[in-house]
């Protein structure tokens, strides 16, 4: 487990690098393979963020789907905030909800959390046990199985299967 953890910690480090730089040449690989390896061994010696990650084709398959997925909840999102801003009457319905989760891993948690935070008009205030307390611009239900099926089960279902 703690080998998985720490090839996957450098893959992103040493990805995020060569992203950040922009090109493939061999110092700035060379480079990147020693900033990565050693962040990657200063930090991550009890890390065990992707202790649940499942790594096989389907859960792959849907890592990638939940990139598309979570595109079109911003772009969703982003429309519904700007009907709001631009109606003379400004339409919003401020509150927080209390939704539930069934993910168990504290990645997935957290990438949940920070998927419904950065769609425009939602924030994640707190996780606490299975429950996660949500910040809406514009609260169109109370009803927390309502909400729940609204605001989370469209990451929710992509993430069970890639964190269990």
């Not at 909840?73 to 109606?87: H, R, Y």
């Not at 099926?149 to 929710?156: D, L």
């Amino acid at each position: 487990m703690k080998l998985k953890n720490i090839s996957i910690t450098f893959l992103v480090i040493l990805v995020t690098w060569l992203l950040l730089n922009g090109n493939l040449k061999l110092p700035v690989i060379g480079i990147g393979v020693i900033v990565s390896l050693t962040v990657t061994l200063m930090f991550c010696t009890k890390c065990d963020l992707f202790s649940d990650l499942k790594l096989n084709p389907k859960s792959i398959f849907y890592m990638i789907a939940y990139i598309f997925v979570f595109i079109w909840e911003l772009i969703k999102a982003n429309f519904d905030v700007a009907k709001i801003v631009l109606s003379p009457s400004l339409p919003i319905n401020p509150g927080i909800l209390e939704v539930n989760t069934k993910l168990k891993s504290k990645m997935g948690r957290l990438i949940l959390a920070n998927s419904i935070t950065l769609t425009p008009g939602t924030l994640t205030v707190d996780i606490i046990d299975d429950k996660m307390y949500i910040h809406q611009v514009a609260i169109t239900d109370i009803d927390t199985k309502k909400a729940t099926n609204s605001i989370v089960r469209t990451f929710e279902k992509y993430l069970e299967v890639i964190y269990g």
